[in-house]
C-alpha cells in the first residue's frame, strides 16, 4: 500500500514553454501533498505544501507565479512550471501524507520527474 | 527552523562490514523518517520512526526522542545497500513539513 506515482518520469522542453507534473495517490487519499526539488549530489528541499480544495502554501523563495500548484482532488496534484527556463532543470519529487489530525504523519514519496529545459 | 545533520556524510565499507548511520535534529518532532534514494532517484522508506526502535531484517533504527538524534544501523551489509540514506523529520511546530539532513552516501565494495 502507501504508493505514489508521478508523470512524467522523464521531459525535456524548449525555454519558454510550461510543463506540468503530475503527482496521484494510487491507494490512499492524499489530504496534504508535497513538492519537493532536488539538485544533482544535493538533498531535497521543500518547495510547497498543497492541501485539497484550497491553495498551496509556498516556501520562501519560491516563485508562486512560476510553479503553479493545483490540488484538485484527494489523489491528485499538479506542478506547473510556466515559462521554463534552463535554471529550472532539477529533479522534482511530490509526496503524500494520508493521515488526519491525530493520525500517522508519515509521507510517501513518487519516483520523481527530470525536467530539462534547453 | 529545525536543523537536521546527518554524518557521517560519507562512509566505504567492505560488503559484510555493519554500519551505523546518525540524525541529530535541532527541535521536538512528531515525524521522523529514513530513506534510501536508489540510483533512479526513488526514495525508499525505510522506517517511520519518530521515537523508539524497530527492526526491518538486517535493517534496524532507533531514535531518542529526548536527546533529539536516530541511528540507523546496517548489518552484514551487501554491495546493494550502496546508495544515500537520507534522514527526515517534522517539527512539532513545522505544519507537517519534513526537512531532510544532507544524507549520507554509503558505498559497499565487494
Known amino acids: 500500500g502507501a504508493v505514489v506515482s508521478q508523470h512524467p518520469s522523464r521531459v525535456i522542453c524548449k525555454s519558454g514553454t510550461s510543463v506540468k507534473i503530475e503527482c496521484r495517490s494510487l491507494d490512499f487519499q492524499a489530504t496534504t501533498m508535497f513538492w519537493y526539488r532536488q539538485f544533482p549530489k544535493k538533498s531535497l528541499m521543500l518547495m510547497a505544501t498543497?492541501?485539497?480544495?484550497?491553495?498551496?502554501?509556498?516556501e520562501q523563495g519560491v516563485e508562486k507565479d512560476k510553479f503553479l500548484i493545483n490540488h484538485a482532488s484527494l489523489t491528485l496534484s499538479t506542478l506547473t512550471v510556466t515559462s521554463a527556463h534552463p535554471e529550472d532543470s532539477s529533479f522534482y519529487i511530490c509526496s503524500a501524507r494520508s493521515g488526519t489530525s491525530g493520525g500517522s504523519n508519515e509521507q510517501f514519496f513518487g519516483p520523481g520527474t527530470r525536467l530539462t529545459v534547453l | 527552523g529545525i536543523q537536521v545533520e546527518q554524518s557521517p556524510p560519507d562512509l566505504i565499507l567492505q560488503e559484510g562490514a555493519n554500519s551505523t548511520l546518525r540524525c541529530n535534529f535541532s527541535?521536538?518532532?512528531?515525524?521522523l523518517q529514513w530513506f534510501h534514494q536508489n540510483p533512479w532517484g526513488q526514495l525508499i522508506n525505510l522506517f517511520y520512526?519518530?521515537?523508539g526502535t524497530k527492526q526491518n531484517g538486517r535493517l534496524s533504527a532507533t531514535t531518542v526522542a529526548t536527546e533529539r538524534y536516530s541511528l540507523l544501523y546496517i548489518s552484514s551489509s551487501q554491495t546493494t545497500d550502496s546508495g544515500v540514506y537520507f534522514c527526515?523529520?517534522?517539527?512539532?511546530?513545522?505544519?507537517?513539513?519534513?526537512?531532510f539532513g544532507q544524507g549520507t552516501r554509503l558505498t559497499i565494495n565487494p
Open positions: 527526515a523529520v517534522g517539527a512539532v511546530q513545522g505544519a507537517q513539513k519534513l526537512v
Open positions: 527541535d521536538s518532532v512528531n515525524n
Open positions: 498543497s492541501n485539497e480544495g484550497s491553495k498551496a502554501t509556498y
Open positions: 520512526i519518530p521515537s
